[in-house]
């Protein structure tokens, strides 16, 4: 028994509750990027987004040609899509009166119309960039959105919007909660 050393060991405090030494006030701050007093809340008026980069604000070309980059150093395949604005939301199950209880998870405008064919081989971001400049030329009234799809997985891996049409236009990042 002489041999064991002696270990160090902090004092044990007396339970104080889950406050701590902080206040209830700072130890508990709720913020949604803003710098404001409460919470807001998500309008749902005019406030439709698709995918995850489409919260952000638009991208510029630049930062576009950088995530179709991304895409291809990971071997993916970029695609372009597009939906006319009546068709770009999965609201419901559509017009084709497929139940949804018997079709679990089916709605019939959740895959857009491909422009062209997928961009296989492509490593060049100007080519994907000069083929969305084509698609809103041709359907100035669609969106377009840029995918990448891994051959190997057989799945899309990334997606997201390029180019709103006249109206369609995302709300300034201040004007989306009230």
Not at 22 to 45: D, E, H, L, Y
Not at 46 to 59: A, G, Q, R, V
Not at 126 to 145: G, H, I, T
Not at 150 to 156: L, R, W, Y
Request: proline share 5%.
């Amino acid at each position: 028994m002489a041999a064991i050393a002696s270990i160090n060991v902090a004092p044990v405090r007396a339970f104080n509750g889950l406050k701590g030494e902080q206040s209830a006030k700072a130890a508990f701050k709720v913020t949604n990027g803003f710098k404001t007093s409460a919470m807001m809340v998500w309008t749902p008026v005019d406030n439709k987004f698709f995918e995850t980069m489409s919260y952000l604000p638009p991208l510029t070309n630049e930062e576009i040609a950088r995530q179709v980059t991304y895409i291809t150093s990971n071997g993916w395949t970029p695609c372009l899509e597009f939906s006319e604005s009546d068709m770009a939301y999965t609201i419901n199950h559509g017009p084709d009166g497929i139940v949804s209880s018997a079709s679990c998870g089916y709605y019939s405008n959740r895959y857009w119309t491909m422009w062209k064919l997928p961009m296989f081989g492509c490593t060049d971001s100007s080519q994907v960039l000069a083929e969305v400049a084509k698609c809103s030329m041709a359907f100035p009234n669609a969106y377009v959105r840029i995918a990448g799809f891994d051959n190997v997985k057989q799945v899309q891996c990334a997606s997201f919007l390029v180019y709103r049409p006249v109206g369609g236009a995302a709300k300034a990042v201040n004007a989306r909660s009230v």
